[in-house]
């Protein structure tokens, strides 16, 4: 049975970073490509980036461009998420994804993590 389980979130000030980690276990991890989403109250579940299986390709959400950083270790199946320059629209709670396909829907992974509360305070 997969399991992906996030970590790292936090309580930050804004221009802070975090580092989100997401441990998955019961797939072949290195067989998936890897997403984090994020969902903000009364708000729709949107994509942040996403990391091929091999680690050659990545793409971000225009809004964490240039802020964000998606990398994965195949040998320990995990995938991260460093957040820099935080700002409190970037507060929400984080999900790591996986899927075979390749896109920014989340109707596209078929995998999911229970999510890490991430919150930036101006």
């Known amino acids: 049975q997969a399991q992906l389980v996030e970590s790292g979130g936090g309580l930050v000030q804004a221009g802070a970073s975090l580092r989100l980690s997401c441990a998955v276990s019961?797939?072949?991890?290195?067989?998936?490509?890897m997403a984090w989403f994020r969902q903000a109250p009364g708000k729709e579940r949107e994509f942040v980036g996403e990391?091929?299986?091999?680690?050659?390709?990545?793409r971000y959400a225009d809004a964490v461009k240039g802020r964000f950083m998606i990398s994965r270790d195949n040998a320990k199946d995990t995938v991260s998420l460093t957040m820099n320059n935080l700002k409190p629209e970037d507060t929400a709670k984080y999900f790591c994804?996986?899927?075979?396909?390749?896109?920014?829907?989340?109707?596209?992974?078929?995998?999911w993590g229970q999510g890490t509360q991430v919150t930036v305070s101006s």
């Open positions: 990391i091929t299986w091999n680690s050659d390709s990545t």
């Open positions: 019961g797939l072949t991890f290195y067989t998936y490509n």
């Open positions: 994804a996986a899927t075979r396909r390749w896109g920014e829907r989340a109707g596209l992974y078929d995998y």
